[in-house]
C-alpha cells in the first residue's frame, strides 16, 4: 500500500485515525492486505499511517519482517503495571519479541494494545528464560543498578541479546541474576535511589537499538 497523499481519506473528526475509504466500495483498493470493515467504516486504531486500513494478521506480519535482533523479558512477580508500558516501547523500537516471566497474567492497559501487534508470550521463571535464549541464540542481559553491574553506556552490545527487567520496587530477583550472562546500569547523578523501571527499559532499549553489534 503505497503512503497517503492529497487524495487519501482526510483525518477523522475529533480523534486519531482516518474515516471511511471515500467513494465507497467501487473505489476500494486491490490489496489484499486491506481490511473490508475498515475500509467502509474508517480505521481509528492506535497504528501508524502506513498501516491505515490494514488486516491485524497483516501488520503482524510486516512488523516481524522488520523486527530487530533484540528481545525483552519482564519479570511478572507481583504485577508490575508498568509491564504494558515496556511492551508499548518495545513495539515502537522493533523489538522482536517480549517475554513475560513469572505470573502469567499482566496489567495490559498500558500497552494500548501493541501486543497485538508482536509476540508475547509466558516463561514459568527465570531459568526458562535462560534456557530459552541460550537455544536461540541470545545474550540474556540484566538490566538493573546492583553492585557488580558495569555502565549500560560503556558496554559493547550484541547484535542479537534479551534485555531483562525486574519489578519495579525490587529490580531483578536473586534467581534472574545468577541467569544472565551479565547486568548492566544506567548511570544516575542524581539523588534517587533508582529510575521508574518503564524508563529505564527505554532507555536500555533505544541505547540497544543504535550500538549493537
Do not use: K
Request: neutral net charge; aromatic residues 6%; glycine residues 12%.
Amino acid at each position: 500500500m503505497p503512503p497517503m497523499d492529497e487524495d487519501d481519506p482526510p483525518r477523522a473528526r475529533g480523534g486519531a485515525g482516518v474515516g471511511p475509504w471515500p467513494g465507497g466500495r467501487p473505489g476500494w483498493p486491490d490489496d489484499p492486505r486491506l481490511d473490508p470493515d475498515l475500509l467502509e467504516h474508517g480505521d481509528h486504531r492506535n497504528v501508524e499511517d502506513r498501516y491505515r486500513y490494514w488486516t491485524m494478521d497483516a501488520i503482524r506480519s510486516d512488523v516481524a519482517r522488520r523486527a530487530l535482533g533484540l528481545e525483552v523479558a519482564v519479570e511478572n512477580l507481583g504485577h508490575d503495571f508498568n509491564i504494558g508500558s515496556i511492551v508499548r516501547t518495545a513495539n515502537a523500537l522493533g523489538v522482536s519479541r517480549v517475554h513475560i516471566v513469572g505470573r502469567r497474567r499482566w496489567n495490559r492497559r498500558g500497552a494500548m494494545v501493541t501486543d497485538r501487534y508482536l509476540p508475547v508470550d509466558h516463561l514459568e521463571d527465570a531459568g526458562g528464560l535462560a534456557q530459552e535464549c541460550r537455544a536461540r541464540g541470545l545474550e540474556l542481559i540484566g538490566i538493573d543498578n546492583v553492585e557488580g553491574s558495569l555502565p549500560l553506556e560503556e558496554a559493547r552490545l550484541p547484535s542479537r541479546a534479551c534485555l531483562v527487567f525486574g519489578e519495579e520496587s525490587g529490580g531483578l530477583s536473586p534467581q534472574m541474576r545468577r541467569e544472565c550472562a551479565r547486568i548492566l546500569h544506567i548511570t544516575q547523578r542524581g539523588s534517587t535511589r533508582s529510575m521508574n523501571v518503564g524508563h529505564a527499559a527505554a532507555i536500555a532499549m533505544w541505547a540497544w537499538t543504535t550500538r549493537a553489534r
